[in-house]
């Protein structure tokens, strides 16, 4: 993979960004994924979430942010023409440097539960499966 592929993530990235994660299976979107707020996520989380383009065209992300304790990732997605690259696992690295540098020890993601192909990634990646937590969920 080449590396020189990536860079950080902008808000005008979002058209092809949202496309990507509507095309990717295991993506759950809603209105907090609106350009607006996407916007408001990156000015808040400055150089965390990254893209990987190739001519001209994104073909993986990363979102990721942090609340002074713990960072989260979101909307990891690779287009699946090119996945099995190490391109997701790149991405994932650059975020996860980023929050250690801001001294943020410990980070969580989300996943659906029939997600399988993130099952995997993220089980060989090192990532520790939780099943002694619950979410909640509340539309405001």
């Known amino acids: 993979m080449d590396k020189t592929c ?3 993530m902008i808000v005008g990235d979002y058209e092809q960004m949202i496309t990507l994660w509507k095309n990717t299976p295991g993506i759950g979107l809603s209105d907090a994924d609106s350009k607006r707020n996407i916007n408001q996520f990156l000015e808040r989380n400055p150089g965390l979430s990254f893209i990987c383009e190739i001519d001209k065209r994104i073909i993986g992300t990363v979102l990721c942010g942090h609340d002074g304790r713990r960072g989260y990732i979101y909307h990891v997605a690779v287009d699946q023409a090119f996945r099995k690259q190490g391109i997701g696992k790149e991405l994932m690295t650059r975020s996860l440097e ?14 659906y539960s029939d997600n399988e192909d993130a099952i995997q ?12 937590l619950l979410i909640y969920s509340k539309n405001l």
């Open 6 to 8: 990536i860079r950080k």
């Open 98 to 111: 980023k929050l250690s540098h801001k001294r943020i020890a410990k980070c969580h993601l989300f996943l």
């Open 121 to 132: 990634f993220y089980d060989h990646a090192g990532w520790t499966k939780r099943s002694n």
